[in-house]
């Protein structure tokens, strides 16, 4: 019989980062009725009535209002399907999205 000698393979550790945050901003404008803000906050966001007034009354007085962070994908396709509902109604209602530092 041979003797076969085995040596262990090095694990390769693969670091994963986590994904880069993104913020996704309401925008004011003096067109969109506020009761049409607060709809689409809570159908899209998930907010409760008093979560969405707060957004709606902080970016109306401050012109723009984080309104929650997601992955980059997530948060595009929020801020692009809360701004289609505005426009659907006539409204330049208009969600941005940008970068977490």
């Known amino acids: 019989m041979t003797d076969i000698t085995t040596k262990p ?6 670091k994963v980062e986590r994904p880069r ?20 906050l809570k159908a899209e966001f998930r907010m409760t009535e008093d979560q969405a ?3 709606m009354m902080t970016a109306h007085r401050r012109g723009a209002c984080v309104v929650a962070v997601f ?3 997530v948060a595009e396709a929020k801020a692009t399907n809360a701004t289609d509902l505005g426009r ?3 409204y330049p209602l208009l969600f941005t999205t940008e970068p977490e530092e």
């Open 71 to 73: 992955t980059k994908d």
């Open 88 to 90: 659907s109604q006539g």
């Open 21 to 40: 945050l993104h913020k996704v901003i309401l925008i004011n404008d003096a067109y969109t009725p506020r009761e049409f803000v607060v709809t689409v």
């Open 9 to 14: 393979k090095a694990k390769v550790e693969i």
């Open 53 to 55: 007034m707060r957004v």
